[in-house]
């Protein structure tokens, strides 16, 4: 049984450019969550998404968007890169409907470093 | 709002000692609670969860935890560490929805280093 995979694990844009980030969530999952970690800081939320459409979304700017595709995989894009960006980008899939109780399956990042 | 204040950015302790680290929380409605491990270079591993089931919850490694709402805390405890325990770990808060997936809200974490 496939986890939540993410590509790529490692790249190195320049101040003003654009990246996307890719997920596939758990086998059987529908609900992707992106989160921001910062060195030595916990993971924020950036937003989610459910049905190909963005459901919640964290205190990030519309430089951050999203997609998920009818096969429940994701992608973060930003746009207009800051040096502030530069972080671990985590992926978590989850089930939406069912008996879940709000867990969150992690991939292992896609860290992101803006010089 | 919801949120989460992990006390103690740094824990050490020895192969053997108990591990404690704390978490307190705050929920205008029942929470979900999370402890999640991170080795370095990985992503997020979930230890244990409080769903408004038992109060005391077992995890994986030996790990568990207690809800205790008068406190409004949820600590992380093993009786003996174990060199491999060595990680950031991570609490995090979620509505209880009754089943809807929902945002975590993560402290700031606690790095965990074992001493031999």
Known sequence: DAGVTQS???LIKTRGQQVTLRCSPKSGHDTVSWYQQALGQGPQFIFQYYEEEERQRGNFPDRFSGHQFPNYSSELNVNALLL?????YLCASSLARGTNTGELFFGEGSR???? | ???VTQLGSHVS??????VLLRCNYSSSVPPYLFWYVQYPNQGLQLLLKYTSAATLVKGINGFEAEFKKSETSFHLTK??????DAAEYFCAV????????????FGTGTLLAVQP
């Open chain 1, 112 to 115: 992101l470093t803006v010089l």
């Open chain 2, 13 to 18: 302790v020895s192969e053997g000692a108990l």
């Open chain 1, 84 to 88: 502030g960006d530069s972080a671990l």
């Open chain 2, 1 to 3: 709002a919801q949120s």
């Open chain 2, 79 to 84: 009786p003996s560490a174990h060199m491999s």
């Open chain 1, 8 to 10: 790529p694990t490692h």
């Open chain 2, 94 to 105: 979620s509505r209880n929805y009754g089943g809807a997936t929902n945002k975590l809200i």
